[in-house]
């Protein structure tokens, strides 16, 4: 089993009620249940004002490299990766468990 890890940091200036920044969190919100590889799925915002916490996370669980190969290559997920990528960086890790 895999745990496929990410920590989203949203750009300097963008603020987590705009518009584009929610729709992106509800399209994590409900990647998991699209994608069959996807054996566990959490997601949500920070809840801390810590200057160092990342503002977004996904925690999941994939079978093997395998099946994390084939949820990356997902249409749903590549479609969901975009739409942050136009206001946040992020960290990820891949371990096994």
Request: charged share 20%; aromatic share 12%.
């Amino acid at each position: 089993m895999i745990r496929h890890l990410v920590l989203f940091k949203l750009n300097e200036g963008v603020d987590r009620a705009e518009e584009r920044v929610t729709a992106g969190g509800r399209a994590f919100a409900e990647l998991g249940p699209q994608i069959p590889e996807v054996a566990s799925w959490e997601c949500g915002w920070n809840v801390t004002d810590r200057p160092i916490a990342y503002d977004f996370a996904i925690n999941s669980t994939v079978a093997d490299a395998d099946a994390l190969a084939r949820y990356l290559e997902h249409p749903a997920h590549q479609a969901a990766v975009a739409q942050w990528s136009a206001f946040a960086t992020w960290v990820i890790a891949d371990y096994e468990i």
